[in-house]
Structures are given as structure tokens and as C-alpha cells.
């Protein structure tokens, strides 16, 4: 047997903005203030923001989920978004540390689209308004320091970067002990 293929895989549906330095570097900051444990960073090479997470997928469906994403972008351009804000998710046990996004027709709309297009082809979506976000950190027994607090408060609509996109991606996601490794599985460009 050896080498065979898993007959499912833990696919998403994403776009990768590119991180500037002057977000990286508010990153950085925020990491400076943390004060807590128990916290895993996103690697800037991982950050992305899911429009769609399909989860275990199986191997013969993923030309349907290709070509939902396809008909998803069919006809459309590359735009902006702006990258706005950092806040949190969760509660004291877990939580998700977060940069926002303006507020984007075209993403909007890509994401209504998937999530029409995957109904089309089989797949059980829930009802979960789209809240686009770029997960920073995940963190076990949040214990923020106050300058931590203050920080993002007081960072809650600052403008962190703005970014030009021009393709959506289709990954899939294997969890690693160390944390999650992503691969691009196909890239979808918009004209």
C-alpha cells in the first residue's frame, strides 16, 4: 500500500493578502504586549482569511468544490480590501486574537457565492453570518496584560494595511503537532 492517497481531505477556501512591513511590525507590538502564555502566533506565511472552511473533504468531491470556487469568481476582477482593526473572539479559556476587514462588496459577494455554488454540489453549509478576519493568534487562558488591552482598544479602527487581491485560493490544512501546515491545492485568478 505505502504511498496511497487519504480519501479525504481538510480543505478551506481562502484569499492571502501580502503582509507589509508596517503591519508586520503592529504584529510585533502586539506580541511585545501579549504578557500571557500558553499562545500560538500564526506565522505571517500562514496569515489568510477563510471565505469558506469545507473541512474533511472527500477526495471525490474535490473537482465539484474546484469548480464551485471557478463559477465563484467567474467574471470577476482583482479589488482592495483594507486590513482594519485588531479585536478578539472567545472566551477567558480560548480565545481568537484578529485583525478585521473593512467592509468589502466583492469579498461578500464571493463568499454568498461559494457557499451558494457548495449547496449546488452537496455541501451542508450553516447559517453563520461572514465575518472576514485574519486570525493572528489563538490563545489558551487569555490573561492579557493592560497595555495588551489598551492596545488593541485603542487600535480597534486603525487602518493596518491595504492590499490588492487577485486570486483565491484553495488549500488544504493538515494539523501538525506543531500547529497547521497549509498547502495550496489550486490557486483561482480574477481578471
Not at 507590538?29 to 472552511?53: I, M, P, R
Not at 457565492?113 to 449546488?120: D, F, I, P, T
Not at 453563520?128 to 489558551?140: D, E, M, N, Q, W
Amino acid at each position: 500500500m505505502g504511498n496511497s492517497k487519504p480519501l479525504s481531505q481538510r480543505l478551506f477556501i481562502a484569499i492571502k493578502p501580502e503582509i507589509t512591513p508596517e503591519f508586520s511590525e503592529k504584529i510585533n507590538l502586539l506580541k511585545s504586549l501579549a504578557g500571557y502564555t500558553q499562545v500560538k502566533w500564526v506565522s505571517e506565511q500562514n496569515l489568510h482569511l477563510t471565505l469558506y472552511f469545507l473541512g474533511n473533504t472527500p477526495q471525490i468531491k474535490v473537482p465539484a468544490v474546484k469548480e464551485a470556487v471557478l463559477a465563484s469568481v467567474a467574471g470577476l476582477k482583482p479589488f482592495g480590501i483594507t486590513l482594519k482593526g485588531f479585536g478578539t473572539f472567545g472566551n477567558l479559556r480560548q480565545r481568537v486574537i484578529w485583525a478585521g476587514v473593512g467592509n468589502s462588496a466583492t469579498l461578500s459577494a464571493i463568499a454568498v457565492s461559494l457557499k451558494q455554488n457548495l449547496e449546488s454540489v452537496g455541501f451542508v453549509t450553516d447559517n453563520k453570518a461572514f465575518l472576514p478576519h485574519l486570525t493572528i493568534a489563538r490563545v489558551k487562558y487569555f490573561l492579557p496584560t493592560k497595555p495588551f488591552g489598551d492596545f488593541i482598544a485603542g487600535n480597534k479602527n486603525t487602518i493596518l494595511q491595504r492590499s490588492q487581491i487577485n486570486k483565491v485560493f484553495l488549500f488544504e490544512s493538515l494539523l501538525k503537532p506543531a500547529g497547521p501546515e497549509y498547502y495550496i491545492l489550486e490557486s483561482f485568478s480574477l481578471y
